[in-house]
């Protein structure tokens, strides 16, 4: 079946650097991407679609210059936080749709800022 | 109103019951129907997908979608403790574009 990988599963970093994730297609295509939030317990939030070789298209309130997304090849989208904070700290977690109506999903991150 | 619905339980049942899931929706535009396991930490794992109404089944795992009443449901035969986990809802409209909607997703526990 289809499989997303998502890199780090973990990262901890300190308060105002940068931290990069990476989501791979490995076994399809896919022009599309989406990079979603999930805070404990609750359901996921959408925060942009990455699609490949043009800009994502963020949801409201997501603020673009901090949450950069790179789609640069058809198995390759890249969400970087920058100058993370620590209300940064969340669960992230990309998907690709793979075929007929599913949507995979990478395996998640999880971020700690200190 | 949102768009999905979704009770987050938790829902506590003993081995060997049978469980009952439930979504509804608003969106009459909704045509794809997925389901969705997700452990702790982890990310979501699709279980089941269903275009338009009607019955799926794949295992212990039945999904039902009746369009008109905007109501999934996803079954769960002889459950077992490793059933154990959160089951999102989702859906989305027809398209290669259109992006899914979730539910909350409902907390699952099966005691042995």
């Known amino acids: 079946g289809a499989v997303v990988s998502q890199h780090p599963s973990r990262v901890i970093c300190k308060s105002g650097t940068s931290v990069k994730i990476e989501c791979r297609s490995l076994?399809?295509?896919?022009?599309?991407m989406f990079w979603y939030r999930q805070f404990p317990k609750q359901s996921l939030m959408l925060m942009a679609t990455s699609n490949e070789g043009s800009k994502a298209t963020y949801e409201q309130g997501v603020e673009k210059d901090k949450f950069l997304i790179n789609h640069a090849s058809l198995t390759l989208s890249t969400l970087t936080v920058t100058s993370a904070h620590p209300e940064d700290s969340s669960f992230y977690i990309c998907?690709?749709?793979?075929?007929?109506?599913?949507?995979?999903f990478g395996s998640g991150t999880r971020l700690t800022v200190v | 109103q949102k768009e999905v619905e979704q009770d987050p339980g938790p829902l506590s049942v003993p081995e060997g019951a049978i469980v009952s899931l439930n979504c509804t929706y608003s969106?009459?535009?909704?045509?794809?129907f997925m389901w969705y396991r997700q452990y702790s930490r982890k990310g979501p794992e699709l279980l089941m997908y269903?275009?338009?109404?009607g019955n799926k089944e794949d295992g212990r795992f039945t999904a039902q979608v009746d369009k008109s009443s905007k109501y999934i449901s996803l079954f769960i035969r002889d459950s077992q403790p490793s059933d154990s986990a959160t089951y999102l809802c989702?859906?989305?409209?027809?398209?290669?574009?259109?992006?899914?909607?979730f539910g909350r997703g409902t907390s699952l526990i099966v005691h042995p």
């Open positions: 969106n009459s535009a909704f045509q794809y």
């Open positions: 076994d399809f295509q896919a022009t599309t």
């Open positions: 989702a859906m989305s409209g027809a398209g290669g574009s259109y992006i899914p909607t």
């Open positions: 269903t275009y338009s109404s």
């Open positions: 998907s690709a749709k793979s075929g007929g109506g599913g949507y995979t």
